[in-house]
């Protein structure tokens, strides 16, 4: 049985996640601040974090950039809803989805199963990994490395640059990416493709391979050397 992990200052909601996650046959502990929230995640290592935006003590900000110091663990952060910036900066600190308020608790547990889903799933048996000029990866190992140096990816990073090097040269559109990497059709918002996009290019610092964006469509992994 998962333990997901509900910080949210609010008791009503988290009585009512509580409820619902429970119902789906969830193990459900909670947290009601942010230092809270630190401690029960180190003390009990739950399978998923949902993480309010803004909690007295410590804000979401600071225990997803706590966390992410030395840990994986998937994080579904709420946002107020409109708060584009929040959500960004809620991402680029290593949260895997946000969901703004006020939201339907049937797509919150919806959003907790595809990213369980997806941190669960194993790479596809009949092929190790492949290689797009001088960046390598590796399913087995959940390895990458750029000039045989190796890459610190982050777990949706890693599934990210995978699914594009599988279609080098291949133009993806935002909503493939968010189906295929993030595992829900279609909860979510292109942006956060967008957001993690970013992310690997400034990971990807070589002058051999790119990220393209291919505009009003999506983007594509291409060789941008002669031979690379």
Same mark, same amino acid.
């Given at each position: 049985?998962?333990?997901?992990?509900?910080?949210?200052?609010?008791a009503?909601?988290?009585?009512?996640?509580?409820?619902?996650?429970e119902?789906?046959?969830?193990? &459900?502990?909670?947290?009601?601040?942010?230092? *809270?929230?630190?401690? &029960?995640?180190?003390?009990?290592?739950?399978?998923?974090?949902?993480?309010?935006?803004?909690?007295?003590?410590?804000?979401?900000?600071?225990?997803?950039?706590?966390?992410?110091?030395?840990?994986?663990?998937?994080?579904?952060?709420?946002?107020?809803?409109?708060?584009?910036?929040?959500?960004?900066?809620?991402?680029?600190?290593?949260?895997?989805?946000?969901?703004?308020?006020?939201?339907?608790?049937?797509?919150?547990?919806?959003? &907790?199963?595809?990213?369980?889903?997806?941190?669960?799933?194993?790479?596809?048996p009949?092929?190790?990994?492949?290689?797009?000029?001088?960046l390598?990866l590796?399913? *087995?190992?959940?390895?990458?490395?750029?000039?045989?140096?190796?890459?610190?990816l982050r777990?949706?990073?890693?599934?990210?640059?995978?699914?594009?090097?599988?279609?080098?040269?291949?133009v993806?559109?935002?909503?493939?990416?968010?189906?295929?990497?993030?595992?829900y059709?279609?909860?979510?918002?292109?942006?956060?493709?967008?957001?993690?996009v970013?992310?690997?290019?400034?990971?990807?610092?070589?002058?051999?391979?790119?990220?393209?964006?291919?505009?009003?469509?999506?983007?594509?992994?291409?060789?941008?050397?002669?031979?690379?």
């Amino acid at each position: 049985m998962d333990t997901i992990l509900v910080a949210d200052d609010e008791a009503p909601i988290r009585e009512l996640l509580t409820l619902y996650l429970e119902k789906e046959g969830f193990n &459900v502990i909670t947290a009601d601040d942010g230092e *809270q929230a630190l401690a &029960v995640a180190r003390a009990h290592n739950p399978d998923l974090i949902v993480l309010d935006l803004m909690m007295p003590k410590r804000s979401g900000y600071e225990v997803c950039r706590e966390l992410r110091r030395d840990s994986d663990v998937p994080i579904l952060m709420l946002t107020a809803r409109g708060e584009e910036v929040d959500r960004i900066v809620g991402l680029e600190l290593g949260a895997d989805d946000y969901l703004g308020k006020p939201f339907h608790p049937r797509e919150l547990t919806a959003r &907790v199963k595809a990213i369980l889903r997806r941190a669960g799933s194993a790479p596809a048996p009949e092929r190790a990994g492949v290689v797009v000029g001088p960046l390598r990866l590796d399913w *087995q190992r959940h390895e990458v490395t750029l000039h045989g140096q190796p890459l610190q990816l982050r777990n949706k990073e890693f599934d990210l640059l995978r699914r594009l090097a599988e279609h080098e040269g291949i133009v993806l559109t935002r909503e493939q990416l968010l189906e295929t990497v993030w595992g829900y059709d279609y909860f979510g918002e292109t942006r956060t493709v967008d957001v993690h996009v970013n992310q690997l290019r400034r990971k990807l610092t070589s002058d051999d391979i790119a990220i393209e964006t291919v505009r009003g469509v999506g983007y594509k992994l291409v060789r941008t050397a002669p031979g690379g």
